[in-house]
């Protein structure tokens, strides 16, 4: 039988890090140090599996993390010993400042609208020190092209609609884990770098936005944007 899941981490949490286990985490994790420099306090947004927390945390850095996924943040806790809080990006409050706060991969396209991605922004800047700086990595392709994955024998075919009309890319991934089949639906929002300029502009930050986890400018065709903000 196969299982359905939309939108739901809980199961696909389960082989987050089968799909991931040859991730360039590398290449990340020095962007990520690159921009911190010597910031110390850490929060991850959407900290998924915990792997960057896991890093950091092994660098020295006091780190902490939320996940709206509570079966993620069962996992995450078995890498890191920071605390590790089920939240959403929109609305979650700690009484805590950060020096860093880091959202890879793709938290934030799982929002619905540029409403909610300055909700989120807002929230965010303030848990953020002054001269804190914040990184959010995004999703930018709007291709309908399949990917097919295959790692140590599991294999994903993921099926990806984009609608321009509605700024969505739909993202139908099936699994086969062993004997197991799932299907996992998600939908991410896709920004015009544009619009989110408009946005940022409104608040008291510098911010740049990169390609590649390296010090290239981005364009609207990059593939993943990573905005880097400092707060003033
Ligand atoms: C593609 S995973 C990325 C995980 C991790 N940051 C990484 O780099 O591997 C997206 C994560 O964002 C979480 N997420 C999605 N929407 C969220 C929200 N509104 N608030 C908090 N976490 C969210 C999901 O539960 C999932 O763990």
Redesign the pocket.
Known sequence: MIEELYND?YKYADFYDIF?KYRNYNIETRFILNMLKNKKRVL?????TG??LNILENLGYIVEG????EK?VMLAKEKVNGPIHV????DYKIDEKYDGIIS????FN??KSYEEFEKALTNSLDHLNINGIMIIDLDNRRSDDDVYDKVDGNKRHLECFYSDKYNMQIRTSFFNIGLKEFIFEHEYFIYEKEKLEEILDKYNLTYVMLTNYLKQHANNFSERIQIVIKKK
Request: negative net charge; contains cysteine.
């Open positions: 981490y991931n991850d947004l959407g900290c998924g792997t960057h939320i996940d709206l996924s993620m939240a959403n990006i929109l890879m991969r793709s938290v799982h929002l």
